[in-house]
């Protein structure tokens, strides 16, 4: 691990200012990625700035009927809490998922959206990697792709998001609320937070250099059967191979979102809205771009499938 310096600080505008002072700093909350990727110096910060101090690890309802989410909210605590287990119950069943429950009770909201791809060649230093080395090369695109992106990919790079948390969060519709380094704040929707990989995978969101996430805001809540479906190579601590979200109305209607099998949550308005007609209908709307290597292939079924399961489950 490279040398780093280190500070904490007490307000949202400290850490902006810190961060606007020292380029290339990154902001510490959990750890559970980043200092993996320090240790391998696959991150190389020169300055870390500790948030934990930061007032925002609340969960507060919103003037719309909404819940705010802080940055530094625990994944163990949201997905326990009361309101989301009844009103977001998706969310809850996302978060219980992914990880351990030790690594749950050190996560946090924001890192669990910005964490880093598991693909193995991001990992290992020795091969070319367009999102850890812009312009180096794709090593997955001739190597072992078998948990790589099917959909939403590009010939820099067809590695997937990791995150489970984030596949509900992109179904209910949130929004992602930012400060910038000048003390600023915007709103930046999930749907249009990650960048498609294209000929830059190395930027992965929409965040500037500095800008810190504070919170994550759910609209109300939209009742009917929520469900989240992970199938992966072993029953925990593992990734999605493929994962399903659903929130499903009694008259039909309603939403899907899938992980595992591309760049971000993956999404499409008119798939959902060929709910009514069936799995079929929905999977060839989200698929219907789909270019996946040999090894990947499978997945495409494997979505198939475990969509159809869902959709007849919350149906039920």
Known sequence: MKAFTYERVTSPAEAAASARRVPGAKFIAGGTNLLDLMKLEIETPAHLIDVNGLALDKIEPTAEGGLRIGALVRNTDLAADPRIR?????????????????????????????QRTRCPYFYDTHQPCNKRL?????????GFSRQHAVVGASEACIATHPSDMAVALRLLDAVVETITPDGSERAIPLADFYRAPGETPHRETLLTPG?????????PPLGGTHLYRKVRDRASYAFALVSVAAIVQPDGTGRVALGGVAHQPWRLQEADAQLPQGAQAVYERLFASAHPTSESAFKLVLAKRTLASVLTDARA
């Open 134 to 142: 812009p312009g180096s090369g794709c090593a997955a695109l001739e």
């Open 211 to 219: 800008e810190l996430i504070a919170s994550v805001t759910l609209p």
């Open 86 to 114: 009844q009103d977001y119950a998706v969310l809850s069943r996302a978060l219980l998922a992914g990880a351990s429950g030790q690594l749950r009770n050190q996560a946090t909201t924001a890192g669990n959206l910005l």
